[in-house]
C-alpha cells in the first residue's frame, strides 16, 4: 500500500491530471502516505438503480418506471464482442493489475510530459469505482458529490485520483475480473441523451435486441460511447459514433480480438439503428393508462413499500420491480370498447363514462377505464385527463359521484340485520316524514321533515314487500323501510362494507360547509352520499362473495431485480356481512332481472344489479351489478360534480337520463362479453332463512 500511495503521487495525478512534474515532485512521500491511508478503503456499492415493469395479468408489459433507464444483466447475458470491445477501447490491460495499472500511469505520464495533448491512466476498475461514487451522489441528489466525483483539475482532481486507486485495489480484491468487467457495463452511461444506463437497456434501445445478441460493430459503437455518451450518442450524432466505432474496431482488430475479415466487414457496416423508446410512466399505457395511475398510486400511497412517499417512489423508480397486476388484459379491452361506444371520448356533452369490475372474494381489478384519455396533465376538453373517475382523491381520483338508489342495497342489508325480511310488507304511499321520526341511536341524529318522490313521481303500490320494493327501486317504499331502521346502523353497514366519501374522508365525517353528516340526512337513503366507483364494485362483491370483503387491489405480486418476493399489502379479506343476509341481498337484486328496473339488461348469466339515479340536477347514474365471479360498477355524470342533462343539447348525453340509459347499457354491453371471458359465472343462489314468495310484477320504475 505504501508503495501505491507514492505511485500514485508520482504518475496518477501526473498523467491523469497533468500537474507539472515540479509540483509532484514537492510532495513528499509521507505527505503522499498520510494522504492515501485517510481515504475510504471500501466502496460504497448500493443496488444499482434499475427501470421497474408493470404487467398485465398475463404478464404482457404495460409501462416501465425508471430514474435511470437501466436492466442489469449477469455477464454470461452479455455478447463476448462486447465484453472485448469494452476491454480494447478502455484498458486492455485489465487482466493484467489489481486495480492500479503502474504500466499503464508510466505510459501515459511519458505522453502527457511530452505532448501537448493528454493520456489518462486509470483503469477499467477506476473508471468503475468513479462511476458507483457519481450515481451515489447523483441518487442522493448530491450536485456537488457528482462534480466531485467527476472532478479532473487540481488539488481536487488529485484527490479524487487518490481515493479511486484506493477503493479499486479493494474492489479488486473483493470481486473476480469477470465480476468487475460485468458491474461496469452495467454502470455505464451508453447514451447522455435519452437517459440509457447498462448494457442490456442500450442494446434494447439502439437495435431491439439484448446484450447477448450485440455483434462486433454494434459492440464498438456501444464501447465507443462511454468516452462522451453525449457527443458519441448514435441517434444524435451518428457521424461521430460512426468514427469512434471504427476506432474501437480497429484496436480490437490490432489485439487480435477480431480477425481481418471481421474488421474489414464491421467497418463497411452503417450503424443500422432500429430504435425502442422506453417510456417512462403510464403515459405509454395505452387504454390501460387509468389502471396503470392507480398502481402507481397505490404504490407511492401505501406503507407496505416504505416509511415515507418519496421511498416509495424510489422503489418504484430505481428498484427494478417486476409488478405483475390483476387486470385482465380481455376484460379490459371489451370494457374500453364497452365505454367509448356509448360515451366517446371527446363527446362534446363532456359526459364521464366510467368501468370498473372487481373479482369478489379477492378484491383483484380486473378492468379500469373511462372515456378519456389518459394525460398527465390536463389537455385536451372532454378528451385528455389526470384524474382517475373510478377511484379516490388519494389516488389521483375525483372526489366521487352520488350514487343514488345503487345505496339502497345497503338499506336492504341493515333491514334483514335487524330481523326483518324480504317479505316483510312496507308502506309505498307518498307523504312526509316527520323529523321526529327518524331513528339514531349511537351517534348524532339529523332528522329533518322529508317528501321523497318516485322515479318518474309514479306512486307505488299502497303496500309491497322489501323484494318488490328492491326489484322496482321504489323509493318512497325505501324510505319506509329507512324510517323503521337505526340510521346509524344503516351507515355502519355501509362502511363495513368498505364505503367511505370519494375523498376518502370517513362516512361518519361531517361536512365542512354544510356542518352535517351526509350518510346520516334522510335522503341518504337515496344516495346523496359520493363515493368512488370501485367502492361501490367493491362493496356489492361482498354480496356476490357470501358476505367476505376483501380491499381492493391492483397488484397480484412483485418480485425485485434478483427476482425475489417482495412482500405486498394483504387484502385483509375478512367477514363483513352475516353469510345468509349476504345471501338475501344478492338474492333481491338478482330479481330486478324479472320484471324490474334491470329487466331489460340479461347478460346470459345469473347477476344481481341495481340502478341508480340522482336527481336530474345532479345528473349521476349508475348501474352496479355482479355474478359470482367478478363485480362492476359503470358511472356516467359529469366529472366536475352535477350537471342536469336536460338542459344539454350537444353529444350523446343529453335530455332525461336514468341509471338503465347509458350505465345501464355499458354495463349490459361490457358484462355480457365478460361473462364469456371469466368462465365459472354460477348461480347467485335463492333466498335463505324466511321462505319468499314470489311477488306479482309490478310497473317497472325507470331507475
Not at 501526473?14 to 509540483?23: E, N, Y
Not at 428498484?319 to 379491452?333: A, D, E, M, R, Y
Not at 339529523?446 to 307505488?460: E, I, L, M, Q, V
Not at 361501490?536 to 370483503?549: E, H, Q, R, T
Amino acid at each position: 500500500m505504501q508503495f501505491i500511495a507514492v505511485s500514485v503521487v508520482a504518475g496518477i495525478v501526473g498523467a491523469g491530471l497533468a500537474i507539472p512534474s515540479v509540483g509532484v515532485a514537492s510532495i513528499g512521500a509521507n505527505n503522499a502516505l498520510q494522504v492515501f491511508n485517510a481515504l475510504p478503503a471500501q466502496l460504497d456499492e448500493r443496488p444499482l438503480a434499475e427501470q421497474s415493469r408493470m404487467l398485465d395479468a398475463d404478464g404482457k408489459q404495460i409501462a416501465s418506471f425508471y430514474w435511470l433507464n437501466r436492466k442489469e444483466v449477469p455477464l454470461d447475458k452479455i455478447s463476448k464482442p462486447m465484453q472485448d470491445a469494452t476491454i480494447a477501447i478502455e484498458d486492455y490491460r485489465f487482466f493484467d493489475h489489481g486495480g492500479v495499472d503502474f504500466q499503464g500511469i508510466g505510459r501515459a505520464l511519458v505522453h502527457n510530459l511530452v505532448s501537448s495533448s493528454k493520456q489518462g491512466g486509470s483503469t477499467l476498475t477506476q473508471q468503475y469505482v468513479k462511476n458507483v461514487l457519481a450515481e451515489n451522489a447523483h441518487a442522493d441528489a448530491d450536485k456537488e458529490g457528482v462534480e466531485a466525483a467527476k472532478e479532473a483539475s487540481g488539488m481536487a482532481g488529485y484527490a479524487r485520483k487518490l481515493r479511486e486507486a484506493k477503493l479499486a485495489v479493494a474492489v479488486e480484491k473483493k470481486y473476480e475480473k469477470g465480476e468487475i468487467l460485468n458491474r461496469y457495463m452495467n454502470i455505464n452511461n451508453y447514451s447522455g441523451s435519452p437517459n440509457v444506463y447498462g448494457v442490456e437497456a442500450a442494446a434494447q434501445h439502439y437495435w431491439s435486441i439484448p446484450a447477448s445478441k450485440l455483434n462486433h460493430a454494434q459492440a464498438a459503437t456501444l464501447a465507443g460511447i462511454v468516452k462522451n455518451p453525449s457527443a458519441f450518442n448514435p441517434e444524435r450524432f451518428p457521424e461521430n459514433a460512426l468514427e469512434r466505432r471504427n476506432v474501437v474496431l480497429s484496436r480490437m482488430h490490432q489485439l487480435g480480438k477480431i480477425s481481418d475479415k471481421e474488421y474489414e466487414d464491421a467497418k463497411k457496416t452503417d450503424l443500422d439503428l432500429k430504435i425502442t423508446k422506453t417510456s417512462n410512466g403510464c403515459m405509454g399505457a395505452g387504454d390501460m393508462g387509468f389502471f396503470c395511475d392507480y398502481v402507481q398510486a397505490y404504490i407511492e400511497n401505501n406503507k407496505a413499500f416504505g416509511e415515507t412517499k418519496e421511498e416509495r417512489r424510489d422503489l418504484l423508480q430505481r428498484g427494478g420491480l417486476t409488478i405483475q397486476t390483476t387486470i385482465n388484459p380481455k376484460l379490459q379491452k371489451a370494457a374500453f370498447s364497452s365505454v367509448k361506444k356509448r360515451v366517446p371520448v371527446g363527446d362534446p356533452s363532456g359526459a364521464g363514462h366510467s368501468v370498473v369490475t372487481v373479482e369478489p372474494g379477492t378484491g383483484k381489478v380486473l378492468a379500469m377505464t373511462q372515456n378519456r384519455n389518459y394525460s398527465v396533465t390536463e389537455g385536451k376538453k372532454n378528451t385528455d385527463t389526470a384524474i382517475n373517475f373510478n377511484v379516490q382523491k388519494a389516488y389521483n381520483g375525483a372526489s366521487g359521484f352520488q350514487v343514488g338508489s345503487t345505496w339502497k342495497p345497503f338499506v336492504l342489508a341493515e333491514w334483514l340485520k335487524e330481523g326483518k325480511s324480504l317479505n316483510t310488507s312496507v308502506s309505498a304511499a307518498k307523504r312526509t316524514f316527520p323529523a321526529n321520526s327518524w331513528k339514531y341511536r349511537g351517534c348524532k341524529g339529523y332528522g329533518s321533515n322529508w317528501s321523497p318522490n318516485n322515479a318518474g313521481d309514479s306512486k307505488g303500490n299502497e303496500q309491497m314487500t322489501a323484494l318488490a320494493a328492491t326489484k322496482n327501486s321504489v323509493n318512497t317504499a325505501y324510505a319506509s323501510m329507512a324510517n323503521q331502521l337505526n340510521m346509524c346502523g344503516i351507515m355502519k353497514t355501509a362502511e363495513s362494507l368498505g364505503i367511505k366519501y370519494g375523498n376518502g374522508q370517513s362516512l361518519e365525517t361531517v361536512h365542512e360547509q354544510l356542518g352535517v353528516v351526509e350518510a346520516l340526512l334522510p335522503s341518504s337513503v337515496l344516495g346523496i352520499v359520493q363515493v368512488a366507483p370501485i367502492d361501490m364494485a367493491n362493496a356489492y362483491s361482498v354480496f356476490a362473495a357470501g358476505g367476505i370483503l376483501c380491499t381492493p387491489t391492483p397488484i397480484e405480486s412483485i418480485k425485485d431485480g434478483n427476482g425475489k418476493k417482495v412482500k405486498i399489502p394483504d387484502p385483509d379479506c375478512h367477514r363483513a356481512l352475516d353469510k345468509d343476509v349476504a345471501q338475501n341481498v344478492s338474492y333481491a337484486l338478482s330479481q330486478t332481472f324479472n320484471g324490474g328496473t334491470t329487466s331489460r339488461l340479461k347478460i346470459g348469466a345469473p347477476a344481481g344489479a341495481k340502478t341508480g339515479t340522482t336527481n336530474f340536477e345532479v345528473g349521476s347514474t349508475w348501474l352496479a351489478g355482479f355474478t359470482s365471479q367478478m363485480s362492476t360498477a359503470v358511472w356516467t355524470g359529469d366529472p366536475n360534480g352535477s350537471r342536469d342533462w336536460r338542459r344539454n343539447g350537444k353529444g350523446v348525453v343529453r335530455g332525461r337520463v336514468y341509471g338503465a340509459t347509458y350505465s345501464g347499457a355499458t354495463w349490459q354491453n361490457y358484462m355480457s362479453q365478460a361473462v364469456k371471458i371469466v368462465d365459472s359465472n354460477k348461480g347467485l343462489g335463492g333466498p335463505v332463512g324466511n321462505s319468499v314468495k314470489e311477488p306479482e310484477k309490478d310497473e317497472e320504475s325507470d331507475d
